[in-house]
């Protein structure tokens, strides 16, 4: 296969969840220009109705709907519009997540049940639903957008956010399992580690912490649009087809020291 067809995504059908602002936006936009029609979902319509029309102005097929990931009928629902819409899911981004930032001691038990349900059980219930069609077909690609604080801790002087790091570490554990119990399907399950990138979740500990942060990045400097749109079309497309199970750090090396 020559080199430019590993790379695109023509006639294939991505979904992203929490796509209509931040990385997920980033997602969606590089999906759809390697030839990915593409269906974006969020919790609140603020964003999602502007971020699709964005797409559409730019020429790219693209179909959004409001979905809370931790709730099972708005996931069922959704994966159902899509597959009615486009005839299969080929690619799903799980990227919806939220966070709360507190000391461990003080984690109030709802906060922490809310971080795990959208960010944990959300993944799940979005990987099932839409690996049913995956496994059918006989194909697919899912990654689960998971974080560097999945993998090591963070300095409480910067952040605290105990049930983020759970949930983002539970995401990469799901996706070992989901890689080795799917890949006889031909179904590739992969996790996206990111380190800090400028986006509302991370604005206001870049706002106060910006060149401790940067000190901890050997290449100086946080991800950028760039950064992100190459690695999510690498995950999606071809040219990763014999890679599952793995977690793909994006982070400027932070991770390394």
């Not at 030839?35 to 959004?64: D, K, M, N, Y």
């Not at 049913?132 to 974080?147: D, E, F, L, T």
């Not at 799901?174 to 119990?181: D, Y």
């Not at 014999?242 to 750090?249: R, W």
Request: charged share 20%; glycine share 12%; proline share 4%.
């Amino acid at each position: 296969m020559p080199v430019a067809e590993l790379f695109s995504l023509a006639g294939k059908v991505a979904v992203v969840t929490g796509g209509s602002r931040g990385l997920g936006k980033e997602m969606a936009f590089a999906l759809a220009e390697a030839g990915a029609r593409v269906a974006i979902s969020a919790r609140r319509e603020q964003w999602l109705g502007p971020t699709a029309e964005e797409l559409r102005a730019a020429g790219h097929e693209c179909f959004a709907m409001p979905c809370d990931v931790s709730r099972e009928g708005d996931v069922t629902a959704l994966v159902e519009q899509v597959v009615s819409r486009f005839g299969r899911v080929d690619v799903l981004f799980n990227n919806a997540g939220i966070s709360w930032g507190s000391p461990s001691v003080d984690m109030p038990a709802d906060r922490w049940r809310q971080v795990m349900d959208v960010n944990a059980t959300g993944t799940f219930l979005m990987s099932q639903a839409a690996g049913r069609h995956m496994i059918a077909q006989g194909s697919g690609k899912i990654v689960n957008v998971s974080s560097i604080m999945g993998l090591r801790g963070t300095p409480p002087q910067v952040l605290s956010a105990a049930a983020y790091s759970a949930s983002k570490g539970a995401l990469i554990a799901l996706t070992r399992a989901l890689a080795v119990e799917w890949a006889p399907h031909g179904v590739t399950v992969n996790a996206l580690a990111p380190g800090f990138f400028p986006t509302r979740l991370s604005e206001g500990v870049i706002a106060h912490h910006e060149g401790e942060m940067i000190e901890r990045i050997p290449l100086g400097r946080f991800g950028s649009e760039q950064d992100i749109r190459g690695t999510a079309v690498f995950l999606a497309c071809a040219a990763s087809d014999y890679i599952t199970g793995q977690v793909i750090v994006l982070d400027g090396g932070n991770t390394a020291l």
